[in-house]
């Protein structure tokens, strides 16, 4: 085996393990409080993980080509032979990180994708790796792309991306608490709670790597209150336990929605606007929720406030 594909290996046995330890020990939790674990939510994480393993081996990744492009066409080439290099590509990686987060969850095509690592209606580790069969189908290489085309070679992009995406495994625990001045600047389990959240307050927040700082620079950045309990999963929860189910129900719901579209700007604006958007803009957007919850409490009487 190739050393890469060993360390991805070993890495990857390790996350699964140390997600079954803490599942085990969440389910003994649940059973001395009387109440049943929710097993399925590993099994269709382990799902995921698998399926995606078995996609990689077909050759269908759009990063192949997208990064080919951009590599032919790219205006330096660039080594990664200091620490100021690594410090430029670390930063310019989580620059590109965030943009593309942000536009899985603001952009319907992307979501579809993304909901499912969103899908889980409890946030534990397993959760980590439930990331969705269907992401390299969608071209999301190309929010990483400018790296390539500054010149830093597209293996080392990859490579920037998967320490990125296993710094976060970490992130996804209910019992880490708030870790004090590390919650300014890096991202934390409290601050990727409030992005696991469907309370109305914390939809669309939180959308960073490793760091926080690109949230807090663009305004994204939602601190976790004691006042408000997250509660974990999509607006609309997934009741589905069928793993297949989980990973194209949302491609379903987008595919019937332009079907139904009465002209093509309708169809393209269901593909490129936020899940929720409808014609009639009264679709359950994040700014429609928002908007609903704010009129309810200004209809409510004085005494209810
Ligand atoms: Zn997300
Ligand atoms: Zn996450």
Redo the contacts with the bound molecule.
């Keep these: 085996m190739h050393n890469f594909a060993k360390i991805a290996f070993f890495v990857t046995s390790f996350i699964v393990a140390v997600s079954l330890v803490e599942a085990c020990f969440l389910a003994r939790k649940a059973r001395k409080e009387g109440k049943a674990y929710p097993w399925h939510e590993v099994w269709m994480s382990l799902a995921d993980l698998a399926g995606r393993k078995l996609f990689a081996l077909l050759p269908l990744s759009l990063a192949t080509p997208i990064f080919s492009f951009a590599w032919e066409h790219r205006i330096f080439t660039v080594e990664i032979n200091s620490a100021l290099m690594v410090l430029l590509l670390f930063i310019g990686q989580e620059f590109c990180y965030y943009w593309y987060?942000r536009a899985?969850?603001r952009i319907r095509f992307f979501w579809a994708t993304?909901a499912v690592?969103?899908s889980p209606n409890e946030l534990t580790l397993g959760t980590a790796y439930r990331l969705g069969w269907t992401g390299k189908l969608t071209g999301t290489a190309v929010f990483f792309a400018p790296l390539v085309w500054l010149g830093v070679r597209p293996e080392v992009v990859l490579a920037a991306l998967s320490f990125n995406l296993l710094y976060q495994f970490w992130l996804h625990t209910t019992w880490i608490p708030k870790l004090g001045w590390f919650e300014y600047v890096f991202n934390t389990p409290s601050a990727h709670r409030v992005?696991h959240a469907s309370n109305i307050d914390y939809l669309d927040a939180n959308?960073g790597g490793v760091l926080v700082i690109f949230d807090r620079l663009f305004g994204t950045y939602v601190e976790e209150r004691a006042d408000e309990p997250c509660v974990y999963g999509l607006t609309t929860p997934t009741t589905t336990h069928n793993p297949i189910v989980n990973q194209f129900e949302h491609w379903v719901s987008l595919a019937r929605d332009i079907a139904s579209a009465r002209n093509l700007w309708a169809a393209i604006s269901y593909l490129a606007l936020p899940p929720g958007w409808s014609p009639d803009g009264k679709g359950d957007t994040t700014e429609n929720l928002r908007r609903q919850v704010q009129e309810a409490h200004a209809a409510a009487p004085v005494t209810n406030r």
């Design positions: 987060h899985s969850h993304h690592h969103h992005h959308f």
